[in-house]
């Protein structure tokens, strides 16, 4: 399994998440970001998606939408702006 960094939110100083990888057999994003802990929120998204027993949710700003989209391209890495 070989898993490719696409880029990570510029804000965070490069120390830590939100960031985002793929995984270069599958083509699967791994998403790196904050644990969704709002019971308000969690319950919203419970209403379209239970959760899974080997599942979380995560937060992923929205600046950095054009990284997700390019873990969807397969393209290279970036940075969010």
Do not use: Y
């Amino acid at each position: 399994m070989a898993i490719r960094f696409v880029g990570i939110d510029d804000t965070s100083g490069g120390n830590n998440c939100p960031a985002v990888f793929t995984d270069d057999e599958t083509g699967d994003l791994l998403l790196q970001g904050w644990l969704v802990t709002d019971p308000a929120e969690q319950a919203a998204m419970e209403q379209h998606s239970p959760l899974g027993e080997h599942e979380v949710r995560v937060r992923l700003p929205a600046r950095m939408q054009k990284i997700i989209q390019e873990a969807c391209n397969g393209d290279g890495a970036a940075a969010a702006g």
